[in-house]
């Protein structure tokens, strides 16, 4: 296991960071805020070197750690908003880029191999989402997006999409099923109840729905 990690900031910094040692090892400056960040899975990169990152004027640069310095091998701009998430899926066939205007716009990647010039993401298409995108994560299954969006909580069906191939992009035809999960409220105020019969009213649960504002899939697909 390395003890490397990377952090991003306002100020258009990419930084890798030796934790072990605590000491910056190098950075990569931008002239745009970086919003967003996730490491890519062993399928695109077995040594966990590759990084992705959204910026606030729409575009995704991946970023490899090489010894010395950040090397851009991807760069393209999806959005003509703030990228507010970035998700590769588990299997690292797609990456999923979410954004401040609502829409959400799936890729499909490339291996890395750094002996050969790296061919471009292809882009597959996008969903509107209808608010700002607040929290993406994949299935485990690499098949659906869970995703909150202007409080509200959805699954994005993308099975059917993933596959087609188009000339350009354009609007998925994705089955979007807005979730409705209760919650419960202890209410744990109450006054010392001394009888049996009313102490049962001193928890008081409510179920209601509230603005949800990140989510992801637990174990067995059950939702965090």
Known sequence: MDHFAATAGFDGTVRCWDYIARRQLYLSAH????????????FLDSQFRTLMVGFDNGVVRVLYRAETQWLCIQCFKPHDASITKVAASPDGKYLATGCAHGIIFLLQTHKLDLGKSQLPYEPVGFVNVGGPVSSLCWQSD???LLIAAN?????????GQLGVKGSGTY?????????HIPWRHEDTATSDIDDAQNSDSAIRVLEAETPVSCAAYFENNTIL
């Not at 002239?31 to 062993?42: D, E, G, I, N």
């Not at 409080?151 to 099975?159: H, T």
């Open 151 to 159: 409080g509200r909580l959805m699954n994005i069906d993308c099975s």
């Open 171 to 179: 609007e998925l035809c994705c089955p979007v099923h807005e979730l």
């Open 31 to 42: 002239a745009h805020a970086v919003t967003s960040l996730c490491w890519a899975p062993a």
């Open 142 to 144: 690499s098949l659906k």
